[in-house]
């Protein structure tokens, strides 16, 4: 890098004198004062940004393999004059980042959620716990100030007894053995136990405790799970309109069902079981022939 100096020359007047010169050089880079380059303008990463987000939302409802990636090319760079905010693509769970390139690490559909969020939807046995993620847990072990829950991975999770609404050390929960939790994880990773909270953000339970008195727990698919936890789920629909129930879904793929009698929550839980691999014909006529008897 090679510098330039700048010359100041300053001109002092004494008494009796003409005037002295001094002069000082100072060091100018030449990037201070020559254009940036342009492969470090931000608006062309933003827009290298921009067409790999486009390529993703080309390929939502594809099913993509280990191995698929998408990458910012050189010829989808486009120089911008003005500064523009670039767009940022969140990865969930069958997607790594690897610098500019975007990796499938999961078989699968790809799923996309407004504005920017894509995700791999694909099936599993195992559960592997996620943070934010909601489940349906049994109380295992009660050990002083923690308890011990069972949400079907590979190891159990810690519940602090402090973690429920209006807890504190005076005013414990009532929480036994063998009772069920819906609860949220706040720590999942690999190197780390998992966490569980019954809280939300704001200190609220918002649905989560202690639940279960008097109903049916039984396990689906974690892909069924997730269809019944979608904002429009035909399954959910389907099944309200002919079987009012409490349902309570967790992602882990269990499923605690409550109805007017035992029998009717019986023939729910094979309903939802049976429904798994169906279309939506086969599932309608399943669910309407139930309604009528004929099973």
Known sequence: LKYSFLCVVLFTPAEGAAGC???????????DISPRNNNNNPCERSCGVSAMFSGLKDKVGEVLLPGDEFSLETEDTISLTERVKPEKVV???????????????????????????????????????AKGETIIGIVTVKSGDVFKVDFGGSEQASLSYLAFEGATK????????GDLVFSQFVVANRD???????????????????FGGGGLLFTVSLGLA?????????V????????PCELVVGMNGRLWVRSSSVQQTLVIANLLQSCDTMTA???QDLFRRAAQGAL
Do not use: I
């Open 21 to 31: 010169r001094l002069s000082f050089l100072f060091p100018v880079c030449p990037s």
């Open 91 to 129: 990865c969930g769970p069958g997607l790594r980042r690897s610098g500019d390139r975007l990796l499938v690490c999961k078989s699968g559909v790809l799923r996309h959620k407004q504005p920017n969020m894509f995700w791999m939807d694909s099936q599993q046995r195992r559960y592997v716990p």
């Open 170 to 177: 005076r005013n414990r929960p009532n929480v036994q053995v």
């Open 192 to 210: 780390m136990e998992p966490e569980l909270v019954c809280v939300d953000s704001s200190g609220r339970a918002n649905g989560m405790g202690v």
């Open 226 to 234: 997730r269809r019944l936890l979608s904002p429009h789920s035909e």
């Open 236 to 243: 959910l629909s389907d099944l309200q309109t002919l079987f």
């Open 281 to 283: 014909p086969q599932r």
